[in-house]
């Protein structure tokens, strides 16, 4: 069956640190990746998107990677502050415009 | 307007009732979503309208859930005879026609609790 998955387990780290985030997919061929940012009672917000074809692309101090032979990408945010606290959503889309989005995984970056 | 409008913020019902809840999307943007997001849980696909193509309907859980975009515009999803499983955060989403560079843009959702 078709699996999306993000580490369910919060991310702590220090004010500073490099945050990584894991995405995970099995039975996907997608076309392209997208992450996505979800503050407590808000929707999310699009960060960053990456094609298959592409391996890395940055924006500031993220930087998202994109391995379709290990069907995994990586999201990092590089010289974290409190304020990148939130959780991360990794989100799929295949042929047409069908999204299928992560569970998500929370960070939380201490001062 | 500037970002895409979801009404009510919150609605609470009994079970067995209906309730509609509102999705104005951002102006020019012709692809519109819904999603439902559980606590803990990643957002579940329900429906997607695009432009004046007939909708993908896919992700709707039942029959008693369906959706309508009036003039390309507003939508409006509908839940008849309430359940508590029905309980949850209810998104819509609207992005331009290629989303591929510009994700999609986000409504703060619908709570809703069926008590």
């Known amino acids: 069956s078709q699996k999306i998955e993000q580490n369910s387990e919060a991310l702590n780290i220090q004010e500073g640190k490099t945050a990584t985030l894991t995405c995970n997919y099995t039975n996907y061929s997608p076309a392209y990746l997208q992450w996505y940012r979800q503050d407590p009672g808000r929707g999310p917000v699009f960060l960053l998107l990456i094609r298959e074809n592409e391996k890395e692309k940055r924006k500031e101090r993220l930087k998202v990677t994109f391995d379709t032979t290990l069907k995994q990408s990586l999201f990092h945010i590089t010289a974290s502050q409190p304020a990148d606290s939130a959780t991360y959503l990794c989100?799929?889309?295949?042929?047409?415009?069908?999204?299928?989005f992560g569970a998500g995984t929370r960070l939380f970056v201490k001062a | 307007g500037a970002g895409v409008s979801q009404s009510p913020s919150n609605k609470v019902t009994e079970k067995g009732k209906d309730v509609e809840l509102r999705c104005d999307p951002i102006?020019?943007?012709?692809?519109l979503y819904w999603y439902r997001q559980s606590l803990g849980q990643g957002l579940e696909f329900l429906i997607y309208f695009q432009g004046n193509s007939a909708p993908d309907k896919s992700g709707l859980p039942s029959d008693r859930f369906s959706a309508e975009r009036t003039g390309g515009s507003v939508s409006t999803l509908t839940i008849q005879r309430t359940q508590q499983e029905d309980s949850a955060v209810y998104l819509c989403a609207s992005s331009i026609e290629d989303s591929k560079n510009y994700g999609y843009t986000f409504g703060s959702g619908t709570r809703l609790t069926v008590v």
């Open positions: 989100a799929l889309v295949t042929g047409g415009f069908k999204t299928i």
């Open positions: 102006s020019g943007h012709t692809a």
